[in-house]
């Protein structure tokens, strides 16, 4: 039987505002895009009511739940663009693992990865329209509902990120189990992120073909290694995602869309990364805008990079931030973002006063003809 077309991915509604898109391309908008890491989160009073009801993973799993904790905070907030709600750990699960979300600790694995024995417990090939499809159908639906008003961005955790949370288990201050994998068994620390690196590729071009029209590439945990370690275990793998992403959708027919890395804490590869097929850099809130404008010389669009913080300040002292962040940045090849996620705790209001200041300071009148 022939589904409805709100579940398919075709005839989309077609997309009124654009900016986002065109700032990542580097083009000329009518003001700075603007939208929040972490946008559809605990601090939302309807966020927590609908979560309320089940696990995080359960909810990870109802293309429709995903659907409208997406479009809670474009109900708020005159946002520029769209985050599917689901998670990067829904690949090690895709992988066979079992990963649990615990209130006030946050992810928990069962069984993480000990031992490169381990390693045998991992399916090698996925299928990820099998195991992955409830995020694929979440996009579909999204995509419709959002009714061309702003674009979807889809995403995923870079290999090494996942790396970290499957030997750790969860959360770390120091990666020092996943860090010893790196010096004790550096061939295999290669086959996972390689194995990884893979499941991404596919996963990313299904987010694409099922509606999402831009793509965030998140490794949270850049900060814990070094320049060099970086060079190694991480660069190449963010690297070949880029570019495989790009050729497969080319020889798959599909258009193009826009991708940005988010390396957290990764200052040391910030010209690296720029000489990737990225076409936007998220910049976290340690680094300077204009010193980053210089080094990059024009060469990719930005994104960032308030202290996420500074949402504790009064709403006159976020304006006062958000216009300055916008001096050194510049208003082309733009997105304004924070430099990292919203926490639980923010006030609604003072995220709405960091997403108006944007607006305020950088519409530019239309220019005749
Ligand atoms: O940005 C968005 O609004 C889209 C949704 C999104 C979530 N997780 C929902 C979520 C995105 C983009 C992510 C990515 C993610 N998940 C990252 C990379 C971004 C980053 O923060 O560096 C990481 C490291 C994870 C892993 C993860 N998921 C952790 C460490 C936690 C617990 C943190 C916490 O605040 O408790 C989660 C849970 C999670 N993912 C929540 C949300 C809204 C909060 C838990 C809940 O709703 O019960």
């Known amino acids: ?40 989160g605990r601090y939302l009073p309807e ?28 109900r708020r907030f005159p946002l520029d663009a769209a985050i599917i709600f689901s998670d990067i750990l829904v690949i090690p699960q895709a992988l066979g693992m079992e990963v649990h979300m615990e209130p006030g600790r946050g992810p928990v694995f069962s069984e993480p990865l000990k031992d490169p024995e381990d ?11 099998e195991e992955l499809g ?21 995403f995923t955790g870079a290999p090494w990120t996942l790396m970290t949370y499957m030997i750790e288990g ?12 790196l010096y004790q068994h ?12 893979d499941v991404i590729v596919d996963y990313l071009v299904g987010q694409v073909a099922a509606g999402a ?15 060099k370690q970086f060079s190694e275990f991480a660069l190449p793998y963010l690297r070949s995602i880029a570019s495989r992403v790009k050729s497969k959708l080319k020889s798959d027919n599909m258009d193009a869309v826009p991708m940005i890395v988010f390396a957290k804490d990764g200052h040391y590869a910030i010209e690296e990364l720029a000489e990737s097929s990225y076409d936007v850099i998220g910049l976290d809130w340690t680094m300077c805008p204009k ?16 202290d996420p913080c500074a949402l504790y300040a009064s709403k006159e002292n976020i304006e006062k931030m958000v216009k300055q962040m916008l001096e050194d940045f510049g208003h082309q090849g733009y997105i304004a973002n924070l430099g990292h996620g919203l926490y639980p705790d923010m006030d609604p209001e003072h995220v709405g006063a960091f997403v108006d200041a944007v607006h305020k300071f950088s519409k530019t009148e239309t220019k005749e003809n």
């Open 134 to 154: 409830y995020v694929f159908r979440a996009i579909t639906l999204t995509r419709h509902k959002l009714e061309g008003r702003v674009p979807l961005i889809g």
């Open 291 to 306: 010193e980053v404008r210089q080094k990059l010389a024009g060469r990719k669009a930005l994104q960032g990079n308030l």
């Open 170 to 181: 969860g959360g770390s201050n120091t990666m020092s189990k996943a860090k010893r994998w």
């Open 119 to 129: 390693m045998k417990k991992l399916k090698t090939k996925i299928d990820v329209v």
């Open 213 to 227: 029209q831009a793509l965030q590439v998140f490794e949270s945990h850049a900060g814990c290694l070094g320049p």
């Open 47 to 74: 966020f927590r009511e609908t979560r309320a009801a089940q696990d995080f993973f359960e909810t990870c799993r109802s293309p429709e739940i995903c659907c409208e904790l997406t479009l809670q905070p474009l």
């Open 1 to 40: 039987m022939e589904q409805p077309d709100h579940l398919q991915p075709k005839n989309f509604p077609r997309l009124v505002n654009d900016s986002f898109l065109c700032a990542c391309r580097k083009q000329d908008t009518s003001h700075v895009p603007v939208w929040c890491m972490r946008q559809a």
């Open 186 to 197: 550096p061939k295999i620390s290669h086959t996972l992120l390689q194995l990884l690196t």
